[in-house]
DNA sequence: CGAATATACCTAAAATTCTTAGGCATGAAA
DNA sequence: TTTCATGCCTAAGAATTTTAGGTATATTCG
C-alpha cells in the first residue's frame, strides 16, 4: 500500500513536457529535474522512468543517443518527429484532466 | 493501449471529496456526477468504480447501506469516522501533486 | 588509502489499478 | 415488446508502478 501512486498515467506525458523544453536530457537527469521542479514532492523511481523511456523510444516517440561524458556513459534522449506533434495534444489532455478533478475537489461556492 | 489511463491514482480521493460534499452517494450516482462534474471529460467505469468502493470499504474508510428505491437496490455509501479523518490529508496530498505537474507542465515564462 | 556516497544505467517479480467485456435484474420509454 | 436507462456485480487481461535487486565509475570524506 504506497500512496505515491498519484503519479500514475502522467508520466509520459511529463517526459515529453520535459523534452520539448531542455531539447534532450538523461534518465537520471529527469528523474532530479522533477524531484526538483515539484519541491521534493514528486519521487519518480528508477524502475518506472528507464521502462518508460524505453517504451516511448520503441512507439517511435523518442530518440537516444549514448555519450560518454567524464568517464560515465549517459544515454541522452530527445523528442523525434513524432514525438513533437505528439507532445501538445498529450498536454493538452492532462491539461483537461487536471482540470476536471480540480473542478470536483475545490470548495464548491454554492 | 488506452488513454484514459491519466485517472490512475485520483479514484479514491475524488471518491472521499463527493462523499464529503454530498453525504451520501451511491455507486451509479457517483458515475453520473463524476461526469457531469467534468464537462463528459471523465467516464469512470463501473469495473473501476466498484472494486474502489469495495476496497475503500474493506479499509474501513465507507461503509454501506443497502436501500430499496422503487424496486431497485441501490447501495449507498458514506464517509466512516475514518474517511472523514483521511480526506482532507488524501485532498492535501493530491491538491500537492496537482500543483506538482503544474510546475512542470506549465509554459515557463523565462 | 579506503569507504561511503553520488552518478548512471538496467531488470524482474510482485502489487496495484484500470479496461474490457461480460452477467443479472427492474423500470420506463419507444 | 424490445430497447434503453438504472443499478449492482465479477473476472481476465493490460498497463503502470513499487520494490528490490544488479553493475560500474567518479567523487568525497575520514
Known amino acids: 500500500m504506497k500512496d505515491n501512486s498519484l503519479l500514475k498515467g502522467a508520466l509520459s506525458t511529463l517526459i515529453l513536457k520535459l523534452l520539448a523544453d531542455n531539447g534532450q536530457m538523461y534518465g537520471y537527469e529527469i528523474i532530479q529535474k522533477i524531484k526538483e521542479a515539484s ?3 514528486m519521487q519518480i523511481t528508477e524502475g518506472a522512468l528507464y521502462p518508460a523511456l524505453h517504451k516511448m523510444e520503441q512507439n517511435g516517440l523518442l530518440k537516444s543517443e549514448l555519450r560518454p561524458v567524464s568517464g560515465r556513459t549517459r544515454k541522452y534522449y530527445a523528442l523525434s518527429p513524432k ?3 505528439a507532445t501538445q495534444s498529450k ?3 492532462l491539461q483537461g484532466f487536471l482540470s476536471s478533478i ?3 475537489i475545490q470548495p464548491k461556492a454554492q
Open 83 to 85: 514525438g513533437q506533434k
Open 91 to 93: 498536454l493538452d489532455q
Open 39 to 41: 519541491a521534493d514532492q
Open 102 to 104: 480540480q473542478m470536483i
